[in-house]
Structure formats: C-alpha cells, structure tokens
C-alpha cells in the first residue's frame, strides 16, 4: 500500500533523529518520522509503583531480549562478552538512558594524528562545539562550567547535587592530586520550561516520571509534534527501497500495527536507529545495485563496532552513603587517565565514574547490568546490613578502539515479530582494552581508600554484560569512500539522498557517554543539510 | 508446582527461603519465608515452566535429604542443581526486595520513587568552590590538536 510521498523521511525517533528534525523543521519541508515503538504513557512508568525494582527484571529491561516486547527485535549476543541494549519507542534509549552527559574531547576526534590508532574524524570538537551548546540549551543540561578537562563552556543549569557519596569520591580525588569534576547531566537541577526539576529518585533506567531527565520524548518531540512534524509509531522499517536508474533512496517498506506492509516514498532518507538497529538496517535492504546491504561499497557497514567496556570497583565506608537517592549513574567524573601516557601500557584512556550505589533488589541480584547474585544465607544478611547502605563505587568507563572483527552481521536465523531478520554482534575486548580495565580498577581501589574506605569489595574479572549501551562505528564517517560508509556531514558516499545520524558514524568512541556528541552531530548534519541544501544531491 | 510424597512442600519452600535470605531478629527483620516470599515464588512459578520445574525438583530432592533444611542442605541443593537452584535464588531477591517493608529495612524509601523521590540538598557554592579549588589550580588537562581553532 502506497501513502503520500513525504519530504523528508527520519527512521527512529530516538536521539538523533529527534535533533535532526528539529534542525530541519524550519526548512518547512514535510518531515515524517517512523517508530518501531510507541509513546510511553504516564501511567507506565514503572517508579510510580511500590515493587518498581521488578520492572527492570522484566517489561523495563535494559536488554530487549529479555523485555520481548512487541516492538523489540532480538539481538543475539552469543559470540559477545558484552550485549547491546537499548529501547525502542519514542525517545528511543533516552528513555532509559541515566542521562550522563559528557562531551567528547578534542583529542578524541584525532587519534590517529596523535596516538596512532584509531582513525581522525572528519570533523573535529570545535566544528561541533555550537552544536553541543544549542542542544544542551534544547535538552536542559546541568552541570558546572570551568572544567580544566575541556575547552571552555557553561552547561545552562547548575550541577546537580554531588551528594554525600560524590562529596566523598571528590576528597579522595583531590587527596590523589588527581582530576574531577561534577558530572555533566541531562538532568534537569532546576525547573524549566514545564519541566520539573529532578527528585533524586535514583531510577534513571526506569524512564524518568518527573520529566527531569533529558530523554528527547520530553525534550524534543513534544516541540516537534506541535510543530507539525509527523510520528508515525508502532511502524517498523523493513527495508531502504532504492531507484536502479538513478541509485537514489525512493523512501521504504515499513510494518505498520495494523499487520500491513506499508510503502512510503520520500525524497531525503535519514537512519537514526543506533550502532546495531542502523546497519541492521542497511544489510537488510540488499538490492541489484546494492547486494551487500545499503551504502556498502565500501564493507564497512556493521564493521568496527565499539562498545565502552566497563567494570565497577565498590569500597565500603564507615557511614551510609545513600547512594540509592539521586540520578543513578551521574555525580561525579574523573578523567586523569584519559589522554595516552607513555609510560602506560596502552594507550588512549578512560574515566572514573562515580556510580551511585543501587537499589536492594538491584544489587543482591548483582548490581545494575550483571547478572552474579550475591551470597546467600548468613553473608546476604551481613551483607544487606553492613555493606550494602556504607557503599561508593566508581566505574571504569574505557575507550573501545575501532577492530574490524567486532561487528554487526544478520543472524542466518533469529527475526522479530514482522520476520526481519536481526542482528548478531560477534565482540570481542581488545587487549589495549584489557589493560586500561585492569589499570582502571587499580586507580579506581587507590581513590576510594583515600576517600576513607574502609575496605575495597572482591570483584569478578568480568567486564559488565548488559553493559552495551553505547553502539558505535558500525556506519563510520569518513573522507575515503572506501573506508567509511558516510563523509564528513553524514551523507552515504553511495546513495546521496541518504544520511545517517545516529552512533554509528562515530570513527573513534572516546571514553565518554556518547549521546551528548551524537545529538550534536546530528544538529550539525541539519545544518550542513541546510547549508548545501540547493546541491544536496550533488 | 507439584506436591512431594515425604515433605509437604510449602513448609519446604519456605525453610529454603528462610535459609536463603535469613532472619536479623535484632533489628526486627523476617527470614524470606516467614515473610511470605513463597507465595511471590510459587505466583512466579505459575507463569514461568522452567521456574516450576526448578521448584519441584529442588523440593523433591530437599526432602530426600536427611536432617532437614539446614544451611548446610541447601548448600547441598545448589552444588547438585545449580541451575534450579539459580532460579530459585534470583525469584527468591526478587520476592524479597520487591517489598516496600524490606527496602525501608536496608535504609532505602518504601515509598513509589514518584512523584515523592528523595530530599538531597544542593551543594552549597562554597563548598563547590573548595572542593574544585585544587582541580582547577592544576590548569587544563586536555589536548587540542587543533588549538581551538574551527
């Protein structure tokens, strides 16, 4: 069945393709955006019940293989040490995201020009720079300007608060000599534009009931569904229809709830459906002038993949940190180890994160992202007395470096509910990877007993399995067409009224939180769209 | 879930619970089965095939050991059935701590975490400023290749 042709098409109405529309919006073009997912309504957030714990073990899960939800499509992570996750509705994984807000930092859009690995960006930090402001202005970002660790910029909120826990974490920092800072957040400290400000519920992953947390099914979509931009939920694209003759996008083949298969024809095609939905994507929609996927002269598509490998290190204190009360994951941020020390064994680096502790149910069954319960018996109890409420951890959050092994293919077997075929992630740590984890965690323990721990807890040598959030590389930017999927402004090099705005144009991964930088990039695509908007097609 | 001929199962089912989340009688906090967590266990088991299975087979092997559930019995359960047993234990947290009374317990709020969350006061500005003092007097600690040029 055929419908209106629309201008331009958006495929996700996550991160980036939300900012992307709202870049686009005054060029008044028709912008229709298609869902896979639907609005989460009020009445679903899960924090507004007593047993709000269980919803992360089942309906609110991080990992869409356990959440099985109609609009989920199964993942199979069997040949990964880490499996992706995400969700899939309006607001894509800013529903569940714990709105850590860091920015990339120069360096890492040049990796190769100063450490040698990896390759440069395209793109640099200052080419973003305005980005990032406009879209810490749209999302309501929170934080304290002044941080030595970065150019210079003032988030619009003031910080949140720290809290006993970061206050703590911050004197062991400063009795090392060592960098941090309050965190960046898209987390509201203050009321703003009908928005109010956090409660300090501690359940970030739980979708946020208060509106607070920057997920753009708060932020952007409300603007741009007033502003007459078209979501189409519950429709989920099967594949990118392209013309022979002239090699361009002519719009897609989508599932809609009604059981139908839909054709919707439009003139600009743009993927926001992250590191694994994109080149899942792209591989499904094989054709004559394309029979290895979408865009993929090149090969590149689904290659590279990067994840931020992650492991936690817990100290036990003399007095109750409450680290259940405030956003989950965001406090405080060191980053000296994140730049290449020769006299380290790796290069690259990666950044301490002071997670807050969880809650009861959450942590007995292993902590957020594991799933290792703790003992059972006599220790459980000495543990949920003793341990459990005098706990602070900071997470080793490392850089990934791009290897062409770890990637996103199609699994042979395994579809969604509409029979496409999903996506398989075969990933494995890197060595460079190892090492930094392993120095990781040794700072990490010298930090917390210097903040008055009075003991580290054991910890397994696993890195976190639903740790998978951050999905990048698998659709890289590049100058060289025959090295990346996209160039400099998120055009395919193949198909060229094809772009692509989510994670998955990343070169490099940084050591940080990348949705702050994917909205930016996004917001500067619709401006190079715009910009070259009379030779778009060129 | 299926009775057992020697044991009467839900005594059964409550003693390993009461093994696996013990009581802390000094400050007035219930063992799991005492609590009742084998009503959330057996609920759970209703729409889960492979949790009931787990059940019935960890209670029919529990009443084939001698001197009832001890600690030391249930050790002997998980090293024999580790599989049942890890989905007995994982349903057993959740029944547990899925109870508003159990996390007040543990110093977290009963209540829904919305609208009500959690008071936290913001840092005072001075203390920002102290605590940031020593960062910021050690200059910048990044690298820009492009020296701040667009």
């Known amino acids: 069945m055929k419908l209106e042709p629309v201008d331009v098409l958006i495929i996700g109405a996550g991160a980036s393709g939300a900012a992307i529309a709202w870049s686009l919006l005054e060029t008044r073009m028709r912008i229709l955006c298609l869902e896979q997912g639907d609005h989460l309504l009020d009445k679903d957030f899960p924090s507004r019940r007593e047993d709000y714990e269980l919803a992360r073990y089942a309906e609110f899960s991080c990992d869409p293989n356990v959440r099985g939800l109609p609009q989920d499509y199964p993942i199979n992570a069997e040949d990964s040490c880490i499996t992706p996750v995400n969700w899939n509705g309006v607001g894509g994984s800013t529903i569940n995201f714990l709105g850590h807000w860091p920015r990339m930092r120069p360096s890492d859009f040049r990796t190769r020009s100063l450490d040698g690995v990896g390759e440069d960006w395209p793109v640099d930090y200052h080419d973003l720079a305005r980005f990032y402001d406009m879209n810490d202005r749209n999302t309501g970002v929170s934080g304290l300007g002044g941080n030595p660790a970065y150019p210079d910029y003032t988030p619009p909120h003031p910080p949140i608060p720290m809290g006993k826990l970061g206050q703590t974490l911050a004197r062991g920092f400063n009795e090392k000599g060592w960098h941090w800072w309050p965190s960046d957040v898209a987390i509201l400290s203050e009321n703003d534009d009908g928005r109010q400000k956090c409660v300090n519920a501690g359940t970030c992953d739980l979708g946020c009931a208060a509106g607070a947390k920057g997920g753009t099914n708060f932020t952007y979509w409300p603007m741009l569904e007033n502003a007459g931009v078209e979501l189409r939920t519950k429709a989920r694209v099967r594949e990118i229809l392209v013309d022979e003759a002239s090699g361009f996008a002519t719009g897609v083949l989508y599932h809609a709830a009604d059981g139908q298969v839909y054709e919707q024809k439009a003139e600009l095609v743009i993927v926001a459906c992250n590191g694994v939905g994109t080149p899942r994507l792209l591989l499904n929609s094989k054709s004559k002038l394309f029979p290895e996927g979408l865009a993929n002269r090149s090969g590149k598509v689904g290659k590279n993949l990067m994840f931020h490998p992650l492991t936690g290190v817990a100290g036990v204190f003399d007095e109750p940190m409450k680290g259940h009360e405030g956003p989950m994951a965001c406090s405080i941020l060191s980053q000296e180890f994140y730049e290449s020390d020769p006299d380290r064994e790796f290069v690259r680096g990666y950044g301490l994160h002071s997670g807050r502790s969880t809650t009861p149910m959450t942590y007995a069954l292993g902590g957020y992202g594991i799933d290792n319960p703790i003992p059972w018996g006599a220790e459980h109890r000495e543990i949920m007395d003793n341990v459990y409420p005098y706990l602070a951890g900071l997470t080793v959050v490392t850089e990934d470096l791009p290897e062409e092994h770890n990637c996103v293919t199609l699994d042979p077997d395994l579809t969604d509910s509409d029979g496409i075929p999903a996506p398989k992630i075969t990933y494995r740590l890197g060595e460079n990877t190892q090492a930094m984890l392993k120095h990781g965690e040794a700072r990490a323990q010298e930090v917390l007993l210097a903040a008055g721990a009075r003991r580290i807890l054991p910890k397994g040598d696993k890195v976190w399995w639903r740790a998978g959030w951050h999905q990048m590389g698998t659709c890289r930017m590049g100058n060289d067409p025959g090295a990346s999927v996209v160039n400099g402004w998120g055009r395919s090099h193949d198909v060229k009224n094809l772009f692509i705005v989510d994670g998955s144009i990343f070169v490099t991964a940084g050591a940080v939180n990348p949705t702050s930088t994917i909205q930016a990039l996004a917001l500067f695509i619709g401006d190079r769209i715009k910009t070259n908007i009379a030779t778009l097609f060129d | ?150």
């Not at chain 2, 059964?12 to 009742?36: M, S, T």
């Open chain 2, 1 to 150: 879930m299926s009775a057992h001929k020697t044991i009467n199962p839900q005594l059964a089912l409550d003693a390993i619970l009461d093994v696996l989340i013990p009581a802390n009688r000094d400050r007035d906090i219930p063992a799991a089965g005492e609590l009742g967590v084998a009503a959330f266990v057996t609920e759970a088991a209703a729409r889960n095939p492979a949790l009931n299975s787990a059940l019935v087979t960890l209670i029919a092997r529990a009443g084939e050991l001698a001197g009832g559930i001890t600690p030391h019995t249930v050790r002997q359960l998980e090293s024999e059935l580790p599989e049942a047993f890890s989905l007995l234990l994982t349903e057993t947290y959740k029944g547990y701590y899925s109870r508003p009374d159990m996390r007040a317990k543990v110093g977290v709020g009963s209540h829904p975490v919305h609208p009500a969350g959690y008071e936290v006061a913001s840092d005072p500005p001075a203390l920002l400023n102290e605590l940031t003092a020593p960062v910021r007097a050690r200059g910048p600690v990044f690298r820009d290749p492009t020296g701040g040029q667009a």
